[in-house]
């Protein structure tokens, strides 16, 4: 097996797609430019699904679920039994995430990676046991280089799950109390950023809440010090879930799916798969921008303009998943609308 697997090329996009529909475009009954940037995403899509006409009507949804060994220095609003807790309200069809899938007729799969509290094996979940999450990184490294590496075959597995399903559209979520703070902390970390730029509420810290949590990640960021590249920032500073959706990402670019990727924790495992792949980057859509304050930053590393602005924050792929439709609508409107010729209508001067 390739333990390098990442540093695999990634599909190209498809260049003569994009120039057929964007020639589509420019016929349509409408004047250039009046859908604004809706417009743009359909030659993207084109590209990236080697066609005119894009669809998104397979749609694959992965839940990557794990705790986080820094939460004991009480950097978040919720005990850590809320995320295995969780696990079951995925499957169960109670949380946001299981509407949306609903809703979007999208394939919902669960992955346990590791929790703190110990779990009965639950019906639908993939139980990955990779330990009892991550330890505390403003102590020690948050998982060994081993561990790591199988936590991004997770999110590549997952990939591969949904290449075999023709999905159309794969969208990670995340699942982790603490997860903002890691994510915060690898984000640091990699855009040479200090806490208080970056770190934000998460699930609803006050101020002093806050305060507390960039602390926490100045120690840490103290501690791990030094010219590590992307795998070992990972390692030092990730979580289980933020390494799979990293795998998942650069795993999507080399089967050539399209990602549609989440709020603030799924840009910072965006960020990794384009530091370590950069050829990844071209297959990433970016949902929306979140009420976390360091987004905006990481969105801004890799080039990325979000395609909606709501003050989302709740995680799990749930932006993800509401941007869907928009996505679905300007694939409709570039298939369905008549060009100026087939409706008879005069196109602008020239």
Same mark, same amino acid.
């Given at each position: 097996m390739n333990t390098q697997w990442w540093l695999e090329a990634c599909q190209l996009p498809d260049e003569s797609a994009r120039q057929a529909a964007q020639q589509r475009n420019v016929q349509l009954t409408k004047p250039a430019g009046a859908l604004g940037r809706v417009e743009a995403l359909v030659p993207q899509l084109a590209a990236l699904q080697r066609r005119e006409r894009p669809t998104l009507e397979h749609l694959w949804i992965s839940i990557f679920a794990g705790d986080h060994g820094v939460a004991e220095e009480g950097i978040s609003a919720y005990p850590q039994s809320v995320t295995?807790?969780?696990?079951?309200?995925?499957?169960?069809?109670?949380?946001?995430?299981?509407?949306?899938?609903?809703?979007?007729?999208?394939?919902?799969?669960?992955?346990?990676?590791?929790?703190?509290?110990?779990l009965q094996p639950l019906p639908r979940v993939r139980h990955l046991g990779l330990?009892? &999450?991550?330890? +505390?990184?403003?102590?020690?490294?948050?998982?060994?280089?081993?561990?790591?590496?199988? @936590?991004? *075959?997770?999110?590549?597995?997952s990939a591969e799950r949904a290449g075999l399903q023709r999905t159309e559209l794969f969208i990670g979520g995340?699942? &982790?109390?603490? +997860?903002?703070?890691?994510a915060a902390a690898l984000a640091c970390a990699l855009l040479?950023? @200090?806490? *208080?730029e970056l770190a934000g509420p998460g699930t609803g810290l006050d101020a002093a809440g806050v305060a507390?949590?960039?602390?926490?990640?100045?120690?840490?960021?103290?501690?791990?010090?030094?010219?590590?590249d992307t795998c070992e920032w990972m390692q030092r500073l990730g979580g289980f879930e933020l390494a799979a959706l990293t795998g998942a990402y650069i795993a999507c670019a080399q089967q050539?799916?399209?990602?549609?990727?989440?709020?603030?924790?799924?840009?910072?495992?965006a960020l990794c798969a384009v530091r370590l792949n950069p050829a990844a980057r071209d297959w990433l859509l970016f949902a929306h921008r979140s009420a976390e304050p360091g987004h905006t930053a990481v969105l801004a590393a890799m080039n990325a303009q979000p395609l909606l602005d709501l003050d989302l924050r709740l995680g799990e792929g749930s932006g993800a998943a509401l941007a869907v439709p928009l996505l679905q609508m300007a694939c409709a409107l570039h298939d369905g609308m008549a060009t100026f010729e087939e409706a008879a209508v005069a196109a602008k001067h020239s």
């Open positions: 295995g807790q969780m696990l079951g309200n995925f499957v169960n069809g109670g949380a946001a995430i299981s509407v949306l899938a609903r809703q979007l007729r999208a394939e919902l799969e669960v992955i346990d990676l590791g929790t703190a509290v110990p330990g009892p &999450g991550t330890r +505390n990184f403003s102590k020690e490294p948050a998982m060994s280089a081993e561990i790591c590496l199988r @936590a991004m *075959q997770a999110g590549r597995d995340e699942m &982790g109390i603490g +997860n903002t703070t890691t040479n950023c @200090a806490p *208080q507390h949590k960039c602390a926490v990640i100045e120690r840490a960021l103290a501690l791990h010090a030094g010219p590590h050539g799916i399209v990602a549609l990727v989440d709020g603030f924790i799924c840009s910072v495992a």
